[in-house]
């Protein structure tokens, strides 16, 4: 992995970041993981044995709905979100840090975008809960491009509606999917969870190293 030195070298250029946000600006992905233990159990997937948080990383963690219909079982309904709300209302939280972060984003007066798989119902209940109704300029969600994470579409459309390069600008992400996106949309991605997984995805530094020591942000640390 390159030295977080090495991979902030790019911030004098910095013009805009763009966020996911289930996982990355929130603790939402332990809240999705049980949701879908519970309910991948009720409809007896794998035969009734609990999916492991190795399988809700790989295979469901940042995939668009459409995806996860296809992957999980193909009469799936809005029984996920359902619960995902009754659960987020009472538990969700922001990410250690997210305020500080967000606060030197505003002060060098950066563009900023949020870039999510989700629905438009989760986004407008994770939005004001974590406190964040006023800091996205845009907000492109997985409905709004034909062609969702892992491919690079919804970030080149966030990209576009901000009007900035790829080489000015930076991604947070925590999925595979999501990484493997902001990487094929041209610019660096800082990624959570596990870091064999997402530097393998292309990740140019895990969230844990992240340190912006000139501006006293430590994110996630």
Known sequence: MRSSKCSLSFLASLEAILFDIDGTIC???????????????????????????????????????????????????PQRSLKFLELASEQLQPMNGLQKLCKWVEERGSRRAAVTSATRSNVELLIPIIGLSDFFETIVLGDDCELVKPFPDPYLKALQALQ??????????????????????????????????????????????????????????
């Open 164 to 221: 900035v390069s790829h080489k000015h600008a930076f991604v947070f992400e925590d999925s595979v999917s999501g990484i493997k996106a902001g990487v094929a949309a041209g610019m660096p991605v800082a990624g959570r969870n596990p870091e064999k997984l997402l530097t393998a995805a292309g990740a140019s530094l895990s969230f844990m190293i992240l340190k912006i020591q000139n501006y006293g942000v430590c994110w996630n640390c």
């Open 27 to 77: 603790d939402s992905d332990p809240i999705h993981y049980y949701a879908f233990c519970d309910m991948l159990q009720e409809v007896g997937f794998n035969g009734g044995v609990p999916i492991t948080e190795e399988f809700f990383i790989k295979t469901i963690s940042g995939q668009h709905n459409v995806n996860l219909a296809t992957i999980l079982f193909p009469d799936w309904g």
